[in-house]
């Protein structure tokens, strides 16, 4: 009996790289579209600093049904949810580096639906990422339900002591090395960045040292898979512990999509660089976050997303009315409004760096910083190394993906762009040893730098 048309197979395997990460879902798509992807039930494997599980807010759920539409109004930070409420995604495993940790470590089960009372795409999970964008909903309030599991696995970098499978795969990595900064070449070409001066040595505790176990006691954290006894193995971040948690989601016989986002392995937040501390602490004030309490009922979680949406709808229409008029009288009246008491100091401190702020650009650092920031850590040259070994162990272990989408994230500045070429070059060099030969597609060339759409947005 057939069960549907016969799953077509690339000769090579298929890597596109992209600059903006949403510019895979189109790559996607076209994968759908020729068989080589199911219509629907993909699974995903997503390496990145952001989860990326956001959605646009004001979209409606239906927008999905037209590419074309859909791609106009997808994000870095919202292009994964619309497809799985298109149904054609089913099961994502964030793999994250330890500085990364916007959702909570572990399995979460969710549906993804169509909000009967908005007709917006929304959520079911109540973890404090979708709850501090306003996303979340009952149940009992979506239509088209759409489940979706979401594996959230954090990588640790190799040991120090453990030989890099990458180091000196290549004589062109090695010379790489010898370039100076001023040397280094355009985009697509390999070469070793050196680490910023200014930052100190924060590699992580090697895997199950005493160190990690010591640091994850201070915040509260388990350094342990539940249930598990002492072995180093199965330390959560381990390699051993990937791979088993991912072996649960991939299989031999089912395709999956390897994605990669380079911040992965060396992350910047760009809104630090564009704001003096004393504004990104206003920032914080003003976008904070009222958490819901730990047991929380349906009741309350309403109350709390109905409360944080009004406190964003504000806080936009604030900014919005900025950028028409920025003078005493507008500040000050928005300044009366609950909790935006220190409106007046932002806007001071901004004008006086800049007589005509980027109020929208405001905005959107505000977003970021709500009831956490963005992840900020530029990776020194040996802990990139170290995190790109880990992750050779890993797809080691795993079948082959059949599509393997890149972003670069470097014009917004989310990767590092004195790094971004030289990463890039290692994780092909990993992808070409582990999969033979790559049909290699480099879609970013076609953007052009410094172009509007590379500012910094809220991921």
Same mark, same amino acid.
């Given at each position: 009996?057939?069960?549907?048309?016969?799953?077509?197979?690339?000769?090579?395997?298929?890597?596109?790289?992209?600059?903006?990460?949403?510019?895979?879902?189109? &790559?996607?798509?076209?994968?759908?579209?020729?068989?080589?992807?199911?219509?629907?039930?993909?699974?995903?494997?997503?390496?990145?600093? &952001?989860?990326?599980?956001?959605?646009?807010?004001?979209?409606?759920?239906?927008?999905?049904?037209?590419?074309?539409?859909?791609?106009?109004?997808?994000?870095?930070?919202?292009?994964?949810?619309?497809?799985?409420?298109?149904?054609?995604?089913?099961?994502?495993?964030?793999?994250?580096?330890?500085?990364?940790?916007?959702?909570?470590?572990?399995?979460?089960?969710?549906?993804?639906?169509?909000?009967?009372?908005?007709?917006?795409?929304?959520?079911?999970?109540?973890?404090?990422?979708?709850?501090?964008?306003?996303?979340?909903?009952?149940?009992?309030?979506?239509?088209?339900?759409?489940?979706?599991?979401?594996?959230?696995?954090?990588?640790?970098?190799?040991?120090?002591?453990?030989?890099?499978?990458?180091?000196?795969?290549?004589?062109?990595?090695?010379?790489?090395?010898?370039?100076?900064?001023?040397?280094?070449?355009?985009?697509?070409?390999?070469?070793?960045?050196?680490?910023?001066?200014?930052?100190?040595?924060?590699?992580?505790?090697?895997?199950?040292?005493?160190?990690?176990?010591?640091?994850?006691?201070?915040?509260?954290?388990?350094?342990?898979?539940?249930?598990?006894?002492?072995?180093?193995?199965?330390?959560?971040?381990?390699?051993?512990?990937?791979?088993?948690?991912?072996?649960?989601?991939?299989?031999?016989?089912?395709?999956?999509?390897?994605?990669?986002?380079?911040?992965?392995?060396?992350?910047?937040?760009?809104?630090?660089?564009?704001?003096?501390?004393?504004?990104?602490?206003?920032?914080?004030?003003?976008?904070?976050?009222?958490?819901?309490?730990?047991?929380?009922?349906?009741?309350?979680?309403?109350?709390?997303?109905?409360?944080?949406? &009004?406190?964003?709808?504000?806080?936009?229409?604030?900014?919005?009315?900025?950028?028409?008029?920025?003078?005493?009288?507008?500040?000050?009246?928005?300044?009366?409004?609950?909790?935006?008491?220190?409106?007046?100091?932002?806007?001071?401190?901004?004008?006086?760096?800049?007589?005509?702020?980027?109020?929208?650009?405001?905005?959107?650092?505000?977003?970021?910083?709500?009831?956490?920031?963005?992840?900020?850590?530029?990776?020194?040259?040996?802990?990139?190394?170290?995190?790109?070994?880990?992750?050779?162990?890993?797809?080691?272990?795993?079948?082959?993906?059949?599509?393997?989408?890149?972003?670069?994230?470097?014009?917004?500045?989310?990767?590092?762009?004195?790094?971004?070429?030289?990463?890039?070059?290692?994780?092909?060099?990993?992808?070409?040893?582990?999969?033979?030969?790559?049909?290699?597609?480099?879609?970013?060339?076609?953007?052009?730098?410094?172009?509007?759409?590379?500012?910094?947005?809220?991921?």
């Amino acid at each position: 009996m057939s069960s549907g048309p016969a799953k077509r197979l690339y000769s090579d395997l298929p890597v596109w790289i992209v600059e903006d990460h949403h510019d895979v879902v189109c &790559h996607i798509y076209r994968a759908i579209a020729s068989r080589h992807l199911p219509l629907k039930d993909i699974k995903m494997v997503h390496l990145d600093s &952001h989860p990326d599980l956001l959605i646009p807010v004001n979209m409606s759920a239906d927008t999905v049904f037209d590419k074309d539409a859909l791609l106009s109004e997808l994000s870095i930070e919202n292009w994964i949810m619309p497809m799985v409420y298109a149904g054609h995604l089913s099961c994502v495993a964030w793999l994250h580096p330890y500085w990364a940790q916007q959702i909570r470590e572990g399995q979460h089960s969710m549906t993804v639906g169509r909000d009967s009372s908005t007709t917006t795409i929304r959520v079911t999970s109540t973890d404090e990422y979708f709850l501090s964008d306003g996303l979340y909903v009952p149940q009992e309030q979506l239509e088209n339900p759409k489940p979706l599991r979401l594996d959230v696995v954090k990588v640790n970098p190799v040991k120090p002591t453990h030989k890099t499978l990458t180091a000196g795969r290549t004589e062109e990595n090695t010379c790489a090395a010898k370039h100076p900064r001023t040397e280094w070449p355009g985009a697509g070409e390999a070469s070793r960045p050196q680490p910023p001066s200014d930052r100190p040595d924060t590699l992580q505790p090697a895997e199950g040292s005493t160190a990690q176990q010591s640091t994850a006691n201070k915040t509260g954290e388990t350094s342990k898979e539940p249930g598990r006894g002492e072995n180093d193995d199965d330390d959560e971040g381990s390699t051993h512990y990937v791979v088993k948690t991912l072996l649960s989601v991939v299989t031999e016989t089912e395709p999956y999509i390897l994605d990669i986002d380079l911040d992965f392995f060396s992350c910047k937040n760009p809104f630090k660089e564009m704001y003096t501390q004393e504004e990104y602490t206003i920032l914080q004030e003003l976008y904070s976050f009222r958490r819901p309490s730990p047991n929380a009922d349906q009741e309350e979680l309403s109350e709390c997303v109905d409360h944080r949406i &009004h406190q964003l709808e504000d806080l936009e229409a604030t900014f919005a009315d900025l950028l028409e008029d920025d003078g005493e009288e507008t500040v000050t009246r928005w300044a009366k409004n609950p909790g935006m008491a220190s409106l007046a100091q932002l806007v001071s401190s901004l004008k006086a760096r800049n007589q005509s702020p980027d109020y929208e650009m405001v905005h959107q650092a505000g977003l970021t910083c709500d009831y956490s920031e963005l992840p900020h850590h530029i990776s020194t040259d040996e802990e990139i190394d170290r995190l790109i070994s880990a992750v050779e162990l890993v797809l080691k272990a795993l079948p082959k993906p059949t599509l393997v989408t890149v972003s670069r994230s470097s014009l917004d500045e989310y990767c590092p762009a004195e790094q971004v070429n030289w990463i890039q070059s290692r994780v092909l060099s990993v992808l070409e040893s582990l999969y033979g030969a790559l049909d290699l597609h480099k879609d970013y060339e076609n953007t052009t730098t410094g172009s509007p759409d590379s500012q910094p947005q809220a991921s």
